[in-house]
């Protein structure tokens, strides 16, 4: 069974500052790796995923993420966050050739003027 | 709209009474999940569904808990003699084939 780790549980940010979201995972097989955000009143959304190919993903939104096998990671960066990212964002995996997508606790993040 | 919907968006019963939770995917899309989310944690598989049967109900925490979708599209999680633990969000996504998934907002179950 795979597991996902999201370090930090709340991030405070202003806004224009970066921001950087840790997330580790285990699993004995290959896995693909996502990122979902929730904003307020919100149902899930796909952020960016990790299939294959180049290491670092982006969004359309200017987030970042880099798949680090040696070190089991997938953390989401911006450079520059405004308010609108105000969101709690989710960090998952799903083994190859499954279906299953196993979730972090999330991560709530907060953007102040 | 064409996204994922589902009814009620919240729910309030009392223990031991029996609920029903519905999705209505995107339409076409053949895969259809049912997730939970409890306070603080992160949504955990319940059901997948791929066209009218339960392909995998691996998650389903106990036999209180049942789901259909017996034309291929909509989909009820049915659950018995609700516990105070059952307290959730309750998320459907949708996809087609093994393609990104589309969620719902949910449905918040509170039971006192």
């Known amino acids: 069974a795979q597991s996902v780790t999201q370090l930090d549980s709340q991030v405070p940010v202003f806004e224009e500052a970066p921001v950087e979201l840790r997330c580790n995972y285990s699993s004995s097989v290959s896995v693909y790796l996502f990122w979902y955000v929730q904003y307020p009143n919100q149902g899930l959304q796909l952020l960016l995923k990790?299939?294959?190919?180049?290491?670092l993903v982006e969004s359309i939104n200017g987030f970042e993420a880099e798949f680090n096998k040696s070190q089991t990671s997938f953390h989401l960066r911006k450079p520059s966050v405004h308010i609108s990212d105000t969101a709690e964002y989710f960090c998952a995996v799903r083994r190859v050739n499954d279906y299953k997508l196993s979730f972090g606790a999330g991560t709530t993040v907060t953007v102040r003027a | 709209g064409a996204g994922v919907s589902q009814t009620p968006s919240n729910k309030v019963t009392e223990k031991g009474k029996y609920v029903e939770l519905r999705c209505d995917p995107i339409s076409g899309h053949t895969a259809l999940y049912w997730y939970r989310q409890s306070l603080g944690q992160g949504p955990e598989f319940l059901i997948y569904?791929?066209?009218?049967?339960?392909?995998?109900d691996s998650g389903l925490p106990n036999d209180r808990f049942f789901a259909v979708r017996p034309e291929g599209s909509v989909s009820t999680l049915k659950i018995q003699r609700t516990e105070r633990g059952d307290s959730a969000v309750y998320l459907c996504a949708s996809s087609f084939g093994d393609g990104e998934l589309f969620f719902g907002e949910g449905s918040r179950l509170t039971v006192l």
């Open positions: 569904f791929q066209g009218t049967g339960a392909a995998d």
């Open positions: 990790y299939l294959s190919g180049s290491t």
